[in-house]
């Protein structure tokens, strides 16, 4: 059988459960359950992309038949040229839908459409490594700026000399883990300290660690078992900020399900001068805290089937070295590497990304073998 039947014949398949699925998001029992009205909606969507891929490629498939039968039995040699153009046309664009058709039937991280929880924190190298944390930020900001994503910090700890020893945000917006998810890991920097007085260059790292944001319906938390205290909060901003007790911090005790072991979690937020706020923001991060723990499984799984260099699991693997010397940047799991350092630490990163995707996407056709 001829590979377009059998992308065919997978894609025919697909077209019941398109219309059942698209029958049920109307359905009002199923819009009253949430959990899986979202679920439902996220499948019609990619059933959505995969009806019109399918359209699209009949269309070509029926445009070469026909470019064919006209070449081999039409007179006229204007209808002749016309239809070997078209064939030409066809023929071009029949193995890039292929291939496109292919990725989108490998079912997608369920993870991907997430917002995500963005943590980066200074590592080894004291003051540099905490400027270096700061820099990283920044550059993930400008990048969120672009991308047209909200950028919100939760929670963060200042190093002496600037930069962060830590700091925590939220990012909202389209398939933001999905997109996220590739800068997780160690990021190191190779450059002259302003601290350094010899010109030596040196070396320190961060870390960044980019997790899928927790839905309400994904984690069960008893909320009365939690333990709040509210303080005031320090830094900045006038007469208020040391007068009204906004900063929250909460206790919970989480029995977590892959060890058995129950541990406190502790969590602080600072963020805004009104409490409700931050009550909230404490809570978005202690569901999506106990939500990582118990997909950590999950997580470790994944990695220990598809052992690619791309998304290793793996949240301490050294992935890109940053040389301000040289102007350069290289990205240790593709081999990715350019010289515009300045652009890139001012959030110009989509290219390396794409590298990566296009890294991971290939290694997942691979492995389904379509």
């Known amino acids: 059988m001829s590979d377009n039947n059998t992308l ?36 019609y969507k990619e059933l959505g992309d995969l ?47 292929e291939e496109e058709i292919k990725l989108l039937l490998i079912p997608a991280d369920p993870q991907d459409s997430r917002n995500a929880i963005l943590e980066i924190r200074g590592g080894t190298g004291g003051d540099e490594a905490a400027l270096f944390a700061g820099d990283l930020f920044r550059m993930y900001s400008k990048y969120c700026e672009r991308k047209g994503w909200r950028l919100e910090v939760s929670s963060a700890n200042e190093g002496a000399a600037g930069g962060f020893k830590e700091i925590i945000c939220s990012v909202t917006g389209d398939n933001v883990y999905g997109t996220l998810k590739y800068e997780s890991g160690v990021h190191r920097v190779q ?3 302003a601290t350094e007085t010899q010109g030596r260059v040196h070396t320190s790292a961060a870390s960044v660690a980019v997790l899928p944001e927790a839905e309400p ?23 208020n900020v040391n007068k009204v007790e906004s900063g929250v ?4 005790n989480w029995k977590n399900p892959n060890t058995g072991v129950t541990e406190e979690i502790l969590i602080e937020c600072t963020e805004t001068r009104d409490q409700p706020k931050n009550k909230e923001r404490a809570l978005s991060r202690l569901r999506t805290f106990i939500y990582d723990k118990e997909h950590q499984k999950y997580i470790d799984d994944i990695a220990s089937k598809r052992k690619t260099m791309v998304s290793t699991g793996d949240r301490s693997a050294k992935i890109r070295t940053y040389n301000y010397p040289q102007g350069r940047i290289t990205d240790h799991r593709t081999g990715y590497t350019v010289y515009n350092l300045a652009a890139f630490m001012d959030g110009d990163i989509q290219d390396c990304i794409d590298h990566l995707i296009v890294a991971e996407n290939a290694e997942r056709l691979k492995e389904s073998e379509l």
Not at 220 to 228: A, P, S
């Open 8 to 43: 065919l014949e997978k894609l025919d398949t697909l077209v019941v459960r398109y219309e059942e699925v698209s029958t049920l998001i109307t359905d009002p029992a199923v819009i009253a359950d949430q959990k899986r009205y979202v679920k439902l909606t996220k499948e």
């Open 51 to 97: 009806m019109k891929a399918r359209k699209e490629y009949m269309q070509v498939l029926a445009g070469i038949d026909e470019a064919k039968d006209i070449i081999a039995n039409e007179n006229d040699p204007e209808m002749r040229d016309m239809a070997r153009e078209e064939l030409d046309h066809c023929e071009a664009r029949r193995p890039q839908l």
């Open 191 to 193: 450059r002259v300290p």
């Open 217 to 239: 319906f994904d984690v069960e938390i008893n909320e009365g078992e939690i333990k709040w205290d509210t303080f005031r909060s320090g830094g900045a901003g006038g007469q």
């Open 249 to 252: 911090r909460l206790r919970y």
